[in-house]
């Protein structure tokens, strides 16, 4: 693992909007998966600052996570997929990480 990153944050969508009538990243999971991020980022002493963050605008097709500054988006994700990213982001990995993950625009 390389000391100097690209990116150095991990951002997630845990919105959860009320009454079933518009998505969210809540509504997919997203708190679920944000508590396994944040404790295997501890775990494994990776060198990222997590937040959880209400909106970044795409609920629609989450959960929705970001790497920051200006990284790509991380999509879709499931609580199954968590060991996975945990190691892509150990390895600096990140193209492989948006390839498998992709921010695909809703039709």
Known sequence: MSDEFEYNKLFICTNLRGGDILPSCGKVGSKELADA???GLKDMN???E???LHCMGKCHLGPTMRLSPGGPF???AKLDDVAHILNLLKDGDFDQLAKEFPLKESA
């Open 74 to 76: 991380i999509m879709g």
């Open 50 to 52: 997590f937040q959880r």
């Open 37 to 39: 991020l944040e404790q």
């Open 46 to 48: 990776l060198p990222y």
